[in-house]
């Protein structure tokens, strides 16, 4: 399951404090999340995502004290993703088409979609730890009810009775009420 964008800042301070179990934690928790941002940009070889996956862990070791506390780590570690991408390309000195470039560097939609997990963490914040895990797990992860409810060790109907109570209450924050 991926982390939340609080789980992994929590995970970064902790790394900056001095927690080596909080920062081998936030490195292992990085590496399906940067498979995917390489996956989606690259046009090379499944050998080269997993290059750029190690340098960028690479990167976050090495850097981390340049993280700023009070912003969002995934932007951050998003940002140095990026920089480790560009460098790949100036050190194998591929070329691009010229049109190509919007696709490889600045995907699409790319900042509204980490805006908008931001606030969906922000929204599933606010939400008991109960209800804020059934609906992660139902609606964002795709897993059926049977499987949330075994992961939470509690029963389907408390799984589906957690979504909808949840859902009430984000739409009810939502609106203002």
Do not use: C
Not at 9 to 34: C, F, I, Q, T, Y
């Amino acid at each position: 399951m991926a982390e939340s964008e609080a789980q992994l800042k929590a995970r970064m301070l902790g790394s900056l404090d001095g927690d080596a179990a909080a920062h081998a934690a936030l490195l292992r928790a990085l590496v399906p999340l940067l498979r995917s941002f390489y996956r989606r940009r690259l046009r090379g070889t499944e050998e080269d995502v997993q290059d750029l996956v190690q340098e960028t862990l690479i990167a976050v070791h090495t850097r981390r004290a340049s993280y700023d506390r009070k912003r969002p780590f995934t932007a951050w570690l998003y940002a140095v993703a990026r920089y480790r991408m560009i460098d790949h390309y100036r050190q194998r000195r591929l070329s691009v088409p010229i049109e190509d470039v919007d696709d490889i560097f600045v995907a699409e939609g790319f900042e509204e979609a980490v805006t908008a997990r931001l606030d969906v963490d922000n929204l599933l914040n606010t939400l008991s730890p109960k209800q804020a895990r059934a609906i992660r797990e139902t609606r964002i992860d795709g897993k059926s009810v049977a499987e949330a409810a075994v992961d939470a060790g509690i029963g389907e109907s408390d799984v589906k009775v957690s979504v909808h109570r949840g859902l009430k209450a984000i739409a009810n924050r939502i609106r203002g009420a």
